[in-house]
């Protein structure tokens, strides 16, 4: 039910820090660590590399997935966009884990690929939202997001909670190999939660972001580097769904190849920058669509910021920052799509759950 609330997407965005409090206390054990089950913590470490498999912003989750496997647990992960990896399967290492990301467990080029992999006798692990649906049923383990229902079609507290279990599962899988991490992950995802929750209650900056820049623009750039990039991807296909606005996620770095010829006089580009070691690269990028008539949205995180950003979003640890940077997105790209009158919750041509291929 939607309570007090006009839309499930601005519900479910709300309900993100209860999300993440809720994996945390799921996944935590007496002793105040994080344990998965024993025989995926065996699966994980005998594989040689990870294959993670999904689509849309499951895929996005998974791209920062990559991140946090690899900085996190030193294990070699490639994402695939299931509908491609079908068709035009990469060569596959000796011992490879297939790892399904899908809120709704039902998506059809996901399970296109699980079947095939399969039947190769291969390994699988699914992270769904829906336990005992298909993708968790045919794997050979599943691992719960704990997010809630998720009405809205538009994806939001799914893949929040999708990134929050990844770094769990990185977390484990550095602990079993005797990595040293110098900072306590559940903390750290606490820290997160009440980050999340801090920015929910200034929705009306972002609402007035949403209706100064994004009413009548045709197009829109979301830009940023490192694992910035990857929410930004995910931040232009929130507002394209909802929106219907022509919205582009770019690496900042990309841009001067050739985008960079739309860029036209009040063009809105949307730059993150939460990592430290791209700050002064983004904000170079930022000042290239500038001089070319761009209007600039930045958005940074404390103890980065400049004086001229947009907003500042709460600190947290750097490999985080992707759960906290696309909540300003997904509450742009809501009062976007509500102030230009668009069917929120059921944006046309789409379905919650694609099960079709
Ligand atoms: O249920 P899944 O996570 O497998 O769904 C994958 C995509 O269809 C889904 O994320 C889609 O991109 C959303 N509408 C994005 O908001």
Redesign the pocket.
Known sequence: EKGMYDHFMLKEIDEQSIALRNIIQKYQHEDGETRLDSDIRTVVQESDRVYIV??????HAGLVGKQLMEKIAHKPVEVHIASEFVYNMPLLSKKPLFVF???????AD?RAVLVKVKELGHRTLTITNVPGSTLSREADFTLHTFAGPEIA???TK?YTAQMAVLTLLAVDTARVSGIELDFDPLQELGIVANAIEALCSQKDVFEEIAKTYLMTTRNTFFIGRAVDYYVALEGA??LK?ISYIQAEGFAGGELKHGTIALIEEGTPVIALTTQSHVNLNIRANVQEVVARGASPIILSMEGLEQPSDTFVLPRVHEWLAPLVAVVPLQLISYYAALHRGCDVDKPRN?A???TVE
């Open positions: 999904a689509a849309g912003t499951s895929y990301i899908s809120q709704s467990g039902e998506t996901s079609v538009a994806s799914a296909l929130k769904e789409l919650k759950s694609v």
